[in-house]
């Protein structure tokens, strides 16, 4: 299956200043990224669906200025916390889709918004 | 509403013990299924699907699950656990026509030796 990585893996943010979160396919051409949000306990949530060369297709509650995607290439997207606050702390994984079955995750990226 | 349920949140076992997860799901439609693992520090890997077919799927390292489409259940199975498949489990089902996984909220497996 494809090798996706995330960097960075943790990061740790002030109030008020953007994240950027980078997902890679490092064997893959992926025209389909995801990226999801997990809470501690909970189940992982799908934010986004990143085309690229085209806008991601936001899911419900999402709020695609705050979240910024960015698929600029076939093996890159990546995630922009704008403006990130404590509520946004939470670990975001992002994965690749390389058939029409199959998606491989990246090992994820804990944020903490102090 | 489309969802996911795992009711064992944490599960505890010796080393040989056998394992079953319960995961139960509410979806509209045809639907794909999929189990995923997640061991310590590490990303989610997929251990195994069903799309259509013999209901009852084989993953690796001896997982198996059953589709039960009258009980909305997809189980995963395990005669004889070791150590090592100390990990976070999550089902996830999709639309057989969509992208989008919905995922239970995982079941923590601990197994000691």
């Known amino acids: 299956g494809a090798v996706v990585s995330q960097h960075p893996s943790w990061v740790i943010c002030k109030s008020g200043t953007s994240v950027k979160i980078e997902c890679r396919s490092l064997?893959?051409?992926?025209?389909?990224m995801f990226w999801y949000r997990q809470f501690p306990k909970q189940s992982l949530m799908l934010m986004a669906t990143s085309n690229e060369g085209s806008k991601a297709t936001y899911e419900q509650g999402v709020e695609k200025d705050k979240f910024l995607i960015n698929h600029a290439s076939l093996t890159l997207s990546t995630l922009t916390v704008t403006s990130a606050h404590p509520e946004d702390s939470s670990f975001y994984i992002c994965?690749?889709?390389?058939?029409?079955?199959?998606?491989?995750f990246g090992p994820g990226t804990r944020l903490t918004v102090t | 509403a489309q969802s996911v349920s795992q009711h064992n949140h944490h599960v505890i076992l010796s080393e040989a013990a056998s394992l079953e997860l319960g995961c139960n799901y509410s979806y509209g439609g045809t639907v794909n299924l999929f189990w995923y693992v997640q061991y310590p520090g590490q990303h989610l890997q997929l251990l195994l699907k069903?799309?259509?077919?013999?209901?009852l799927v084989k993953g690796i390292k001896g997982f198996e699950a059953e589709f039960i489409k009258s009980k909305f259940s997809f189980n995963l199975r395990k005669p004889s656990v070791q150590w090592s498949d100390t990990a976070e489990y999550f089902c996830?089902?999709?639309?057989?026509?969509?992208?989008?996984?919905?995922f239970g909220t995982g079941t923590r497996l601990q197994v000691f030796p």
């Open positions: 064997d893959f051409q992926a025209t389909t």
């Open positions: 069903y799309f259509s077919g013999d209901p």
């Open positions: 994965s690749v889709r390389q058939n029409s079955y199959e998606q491989y």
């Open positions: 996830a089902v999709r639309g057989a026509n969509t992208d989008k996984l919905i």
